[in-house]
């Protein structure tokens, strides 16, 4: 609200002037949509550039977060006011642009740089009259995302990606020419961030984020950056555990339970792309005998190696090991679950770093096909054996100074104590006994 405040004093100082101020891009969008506005930004036309920066300077401290195309900020105030301008593209990378200014270019040329019609709408900030250059509000009414212009749509390949984005979180279709222009465009010269960033929009936002990744397949685009999803095409397997066809589309089906139980994730992030990339490999380990049996062993080993290929050449964040612990062991809590000891199931809650997201990407992969069974039941299991493995960890256990006051001296053999205490406290073997054991086993040695 504060920030619409202050919207509305730049507008009126500008109408002052004579020019206009208009709200621009997702936010008439969403103000359409009734969905909540995050962040607000706003386009002026028809004054000087000099003419705004005076203005903005008496209302405030001005950040020039683009100076040169018309971009500022006020300090503490969540808006970005630009100007009106032209890109054009001098390169193949998405910093080779060549920006100009344009206070007085009009409003459908302003507009004409915008991706797609939903999102090139502009609304007067004092009248409330919206322009609508390109046909956004039919386009939002038939849910369908529309790109502006040809020529201008190309000079940033991200809005491939975009495209499949806003259509899997508005769960909107991609208009045809849109889908042929896209399919044409060269994506090997994005910053691996910003498609990260649209991904991870998709993986958070959306309800259906399968429709992302199936977007960028019907565009013929999944190669360049999501080559491990789209190798997932055609790879079989057994129908009797999986009537909804191929990897590509039980992974689809495992994105959008996921994405049902996200808010539940501890991490949201690292469980999304968890799900997204559990059954990576199978695409190198799925195999059919001689009986025609469709097997896969040990593909989620496989899957950690294409994971962490994936991850490092996507983004280098800290939630690798996150993602890849929960790819290790995806399959474990439902094979295990009515068949393991309890000694095992402790073992497996323990190679956990976040046993919680493991639970429920089970319960996604386990619901991610066609046949729709129940999993309560066996997600009380899973969370009664976790509520044990807490309490035995809640339980005194071997720990270093145990050890020093046996006369143990910190070093390998002292790490090789620890890690043979942890094993026995997980077999439910009692503090002392394990202390008396280990006593036992250093006396053996030093009597040798
Ligand atoms: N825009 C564009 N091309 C891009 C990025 C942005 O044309 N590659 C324009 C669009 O008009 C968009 C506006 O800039 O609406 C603001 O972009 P951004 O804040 O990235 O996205 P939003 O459309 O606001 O959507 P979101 O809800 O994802 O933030």
């Known amino acids: 609200m504060r920030d619409m405040d202050m919207a509305i004093k730049i507008a009126k ?4 002037n004579g020019g206009r101020t208009f709200l621009v891009g997702g936010c008439v ?3 359409i949509l009734g969905k909540e506005t995050k962040d607000i930004d706003i386009e002026v036309h028809n004054i000087e550039i000099e003419k705004l920066i005076e203005i903005l300077n008496s209302l405030g401290e001005v950040k020039k977060i683009g100076a040169s195309f018309g971009v500022f900020n006020l300090k503490g105030y969540d808006i970005d006011i630009a100007m009106p301008r032209k890109e054009k593209s001098s390169g193949r990378g998405h910093r080779d642009f060549e920006i100009y200014v344009d206070p007085f270019i009009g409003y459908k040329e302003a507009a004409k740089r915008r991706d797609f019609t939903m999102n090139a709408l502009m609304k007067d900030i004092l009248t409330g009259e919206v322009i609508d ?9 038939n849910k369908t995302i529309r790109h502006v212009n040809d020529e201008s749509f190309c000079e940033d390949p991200l809005r491939v990606f975009r495209a499949a984005q806003f259509a899997s979180r508005f769960d909107f279709k991609i208009d045809q ?6 399919s044409k465009m060269d994506l090997s010269a994005l910053a691996f961030e910003r498609v990260f960033e649209e991904l991870k929009k998709a993986l958070l936002k959306s309800d259906k984020p399968s429709v992302f990744f199936e977007s960028l397949r019907d565009m013929n685009q999944l190669s360049t950056w999501f080559k491990e999803v789209e190798d997932l095409i055609g790879v079989n ?15 689809m089906l495992v994105l959008n339970q996921a994405a049902k139980l996200r808010k539940d994730a501890k991490d949201p992030l690292a469980f999304m792309l968890a799900a997204m990339c559990h059954d990576f490999g199978k695409a190198v380990t799925t195999k059919i005998d001689e009986n025609g049996k469709v097997t896969s062993y040990k593909h989620e080993l496989e899957s950690v190696k294409i994971t962490e290929a994936f991850l490092d050449r996507l983004n280098k964040v800290n939630l690798k090991k996150e993602v890849l612990n929960l790819v290790e062991l995806h399959m474990r809590p439902n094979q295990m679950y009515n068949v393991a ?17 493991l639970i429920l990407l ?35 256990q071997v720990t270093g100074k145990d050890l020093i006051s046996l006369g143990l001296k910190p070093g390998e ?4 104590y620890i890690q043979f205490g942890h094993k026995l406290h997980l077999s439910g073997v009692p503090k002392e006994q394990v202390l008396r054991h280990i006593s036992a086993d250093i006396d053996k040695k030093q009597s040798l």
């Not at 057994?238 to 066809?245: A, I, Q, R, T």
Request: proline letters at 4%; one cysteine or more; glycine letters at 4%.
């Open 133 to 141: 250059s390109f046909g956004g509000i039919d386009d939002l009414k």
């Open 13 to 16: 100082q500008v109408s002052e």
């Open 29 to 31: 969008r969403d103000e």
């Open 413 to 416: 053999e002292f790490s090789k």
């Open 177 to 182: 020419k849109t889908i042929d222009l896209s």
């Open 237 to 251: 397997q057994p129908k009797e555990h999986h009537p909804e066809g191929d990897v590509f589309n039980h992974t």
């Open 341 to 357: 000891k309890k000694k095992s199931m402790m073992r497996l809650w323990d190679k956990c770093i976040c046993p919680e997201d």
């Open 362 to 396: 089970a319960r996604a992969d386990s619901l991610g096909r066609d046949k729709i069974k129940d999993y309560d039941e066996i997600e009380k299991i899973l969370r009664a054996s976790l509520k044990d493995y807490k309490n035995l960890m809640k339980k005194p």
